[in-house]
């Protein structure tokens, strides 16, 4: 079309892309933002019109729609300025209530290939403009572009309504700027020196925060909600005894509460860097922000200074390394866990964000329980902490899944977290961590199972890593035992189909499902098992089948027909000349951006189950197919 601007997704664009497809269409308003005008006097519905067009003309982000071109992943397309989609909506008393239109404004989700990331609509009393609500899908703005797009739609409008002309500057960068950026030379350097630090940190964190707390029988999930003038005193405090910032002493409490909860060796989670500090593309109007991982060791019974400096220091590093590109960070996820062999769940989060402009008007604590958190939980996350920064309070609101921590437990680190900064404002001893869950109120939590040990710096527990063994199709029995920080399993076996690649591959796609489970460093296929088979050393002595890591085996080819259409599924929309289905979606080849169409094809054929991230994972992609069900609509 002519006018049309194209470039792939931007780097930031693709965290949201990626969560968009991963929720079901009916969740996917989740990613929604939105801001409201009240409009002065003199307003019509024919100049605040004006006032949004002259706004979506002057940014291409608001215009831009998200389409899929061939092999090379989606593209954003920029159309040329038009119209925008602006309703109007007239309540009346007793009829249509204005929050009932502002909750479906907000709720109505963005089909980004078929219409643009941005609405207005504009409420009405008597035909008079009473409210104007926009909103934007994340994918095109994030905090700061909202701010952006409230100070220019003010100025426009005023402008209109004065009937003088507008003195915004000009816009000197758009989304499709930024991605030919992020092609070139320069930027890709910078992207490679990421990777290389979030592979190093890959190497060292958990596989699991919660693995004394997991409860994989309990399901649902808690939101609640704290505000406290207190704990904003607090943080401002410690923050000027710290020389640091009140945002950093907040993630440092944050860690100390975890690390209290979890009794881990360290707290890994990841945050958000908005990518706007010293980049060429600083003022840009569209989503930059995306999410890093932080590890912060807590395994010497720290005090919280020293847990403010590491926090300080581990944070500085995720951020000085933030700006990559975020598919390829999930890529990198997979292939750790591919690589040590077990399931690497990078699934908490915390998030810092500033309204200083704002208050509260709260003088008290005061805790509140939100609605479940039925659509954040099907992201996969096991919790979020935001801490929102208001002019007189903090409030820190914490969702999580119940697997991972109870009702009273949200409550406990809600107010843990507030005494625990007010006590520290107002003591000059440091607390040391070990006192910190009597602070919160924590119980002990719960020891792991007898035979429970550390390798790669995780609890792996080989009885339950024998159990899914003997569960393979042709096993009789199995046995797993750890020496010298290495695991070795056994299994009896007269199938021919039972391998060392067979039983890897088996357990890289059970791992996500199991606690404590990785994949042993080497499999000793028996025939036959010894008089003792709970002795490690009774089994060197009965003579081996066949011995290996597993990591290399014959191709997989597909068998059966969902195999068939994910194998042609993901060979056409990657490009590949073949696809070997014992190797994971990224081992095969796959890139991230292009799962959606994967599972598109999959849908059309009938077939469901499997989300973005399953096939985004260390799963071999026959176990992925054998998830597959037919859709029942």
């Known amino acids: 079309m002519p006018g049309e601007r194209s470039a792939s997704l931007c780097w930031g664009q693709r965290y949201v892309w990626l969560n968009h497809h991963h929720l079901p269409p009916g969740s996917r308003h989740e990613l929604n933002l939105s801001l409201s005008y009240d409009p002065p006097p003199g307003s019509t519905v024919e100049n605040l019109r004006t006032a949004v067009e002259a706004l979506v003309r002057r940014h291409e982000a608001l215009r831009t729609t998200l389409h899929w071109d061939g092999t090379d992943g989606p593209v954003q397309r920029v159309s040329p300025p038009m119209s925008v989609p602006l309703t109007v909506r007239e309540v009346r008393h007793g009829s249509v209530r204005p929050a009932d239109v502002i909750n479906e404004q907000v709720t109505t989700r963005f089909r980004l290939d078929e219409e643009f990331p941005f609405r207005a609509c504009i409420i009405t009393s008597d035909s008079v403009p009473r409210l104007l609500v926009a909103t934007g899908n994340h994918v095109a703005v994030d905090d700061w572009s909202l701010e952006t797009i409230k100070r220019e739609f003010w100025e426009l409008h005023t402008a209109v309504l004065a009937g003088r002309p507008v003195t915004l500057p000009p816009v000197r960068q758009h989304p499709v700027d930024l991605a030919r950026y992020e092609a070139s030379t320069p930027a890709r ?151 040590r062999g077990l399931a690497l769940r990078v699934t908490n989060a915390f998030n810092y964000i500033r309204h200083s402009a704002t208050s509260r008007g709260g003088t008290r604590t005061l805790l509140t329980w939100n609605a479940e958190p039925v659509t954040w939980s099907q992201l996969e996350n096991d919790s979020y902490l935001r801490v929102h920064e208001w002019q007189d309070c903090l409030m820190t609101t914490l969702s999580v899944r119940a697997p991972v921590m109870d009702r009273e437990d949200v409550a406990r680190f809600l107010h843990g977290l ?148 994910l194998y042609e599924s993901v060979r056409a929309v990657n490009g590949l000349p073949e696809v070997d289905l014992s190797q994971s979606y990224i081992g095969a080849g796959g890139r991230v951006l292009n799962i959606p169409r994967v599972l598109e094809l999959l849908g059309q054929s009938g077939w469901v189950g499997p989300t973005v991230y399953d096939l985004a994972s260390a799963r071999p992609l026959a176990a992925v197919a054998a998830a597959f069900v037919p859709n029942p609509e």
Request: proline share 7%; aromatic share 8%.
């Open 189 to 339: 350097r910078t992207h490679e020196r990421a990777m290389a630090h979030w592979s190093a940190a890959l190497e060292r964190i958990p596989a699991d925060l919660f693995s004394r707390r997991r409860r994989p029988d309990v399901a649902g999930a808690y939101s609640a909600s704290l505000s406290s003038p207190a704990a904003f005193a607090a943080a401002k405090k410690l923050a000027a005894r710290y020389h640091t910032w009140p945002s950093l002493i907040c993630t440092a409490a944050y860690v100390t509460l975890m690390a209290a909860y979890t009794a881990g060796d360290s707290v890994s989670f990841t945050t958000y860097a908005g990518n706007r500090d010293s980049r060429q593309h600083s003022d840009l109007l569209t989503c930059l922000f995306q999410p890093v991982i932080v590890d912060v060791p807590c395994d010497d019974d720290p005090t919280f200074d020293v847990l403010v400096q590491r926090t300080t220091e581990r944070a500085g590093q995720a951020l000085a390394n933030s700006y990559s590109s975020y598919d390829e960070v999930v890529a990198l996820v997979a292939r750790h866990s591919t690589e």
């Open 418 to 565: 507030e005494r625990l900064l007010v006590e520290q404002a107002e003591s000059d001893a440091p607390i040391r961590l070990a006192e910190v869950a009597t602070l919160a109120g924590f119980d002990t939590p719960p020891a792991h199972p007898p035979g429970t040990v550390t390798l790669d710096h995780t609890p792996v527990h080989p009885p339950t890593v024998a159990d899914c063994l003997a569960r393979f199709p042709g096993v009789r029995t199995a046995r797993a035992f750890a020496h010298d920080n290495e695991l070795t399993a056994y299994v009896v076996a007269d199938d021919a189909e039972v391998t060392p690649a067979a039983l890897r591959g088996y357990l890289l796609g059970r791992m996500y499902d199991l606690d404590r489970v990785r994949c042993p460093d080497r499999f000793v296929v028996c025939r036959r098992a010894p008089a003792d088979p709970e002795n490690a050393g009774a089994w060197t002595a009965v003579d081996a089948a066949l011995s290996g890591d597993g990591r290399d085996g014959p191709v997989r080819r597909p068998r059966h027909e969902i195999e068939h259409l």
